[in-house]
């Protein structure tokens, strides 16, 4: 499927999916966060794109928004997009979690946790996972600011 396909078919779901023109290769879909779940089980149950493999994904500040980037790929149909998913609450940013879809963003959704305080709704074990237990703070936030300038050795 080309990328012009894609975008056409997931398009049809919600009205509220936009596609962003970048420098990449990739499809890049933005799909709000209320509807993320919903959309991430029809892209990989929907047969004629079948996107079975969450291969990345990552956290970001946009500085106002934080946000969780996936990319995924259907590794029989061989093709790839991008989906960005944003939250504007800063203080309890929170989206659903897909590991339940992606076996693969169980582990990707407590390290974003950890190091950027999204919360993942219906996560199965939400525990630390990278910094130690007594941390305060989201070290890669952009506010973020260590008050001991600790170096961890």
Not at 32 to 51: G, N, R, V
Not at 68 to 88: A, G
Request: charged letters at 25%; one cysteine or more.
């Amino acid at each position: 499927m080309t990328n012009l396909e894609l975008q056409n078919t997931i398009a049809a779901w919600s009205d509220q999916i936009t596609f962003t023109e970048e420098a990449t290769e990739f499809l890049t879909a933005q799909v709000p966060a209320a509807e993320w779940h919903e959309i991430a089980l029809q892209l990989k149950s929907t047969p004629e794109l079948h996107f079975d493999y969450l291969f990345c994904e990552t956290g970001i500040d946009y500085g106002t928004d934080l946000g969780v980037i996936y990319h995924l790929r259907s590794t029989d149909l061989k093709h790839e997009m991008v989906v960005k998913v944003n939250t504007s609450d800063r203080e309890n940013a929170r989206i659903d979690t897909v590991c339940d879809i992606w076996r693969t963003a169980e582990l990707h959704e407590r390290e974003i946790h950890d190091l950027f305080g999204i919360e993942f709704n219906n996560h199965p074990n939400m525990q630390v996972l990278i910094l130690p237990e007594n941390w305060v703070g989201f070290p890669l936030r952009k506010d973020y600011s260590d008050p001991v300038n600790m170096i961890i050795r």
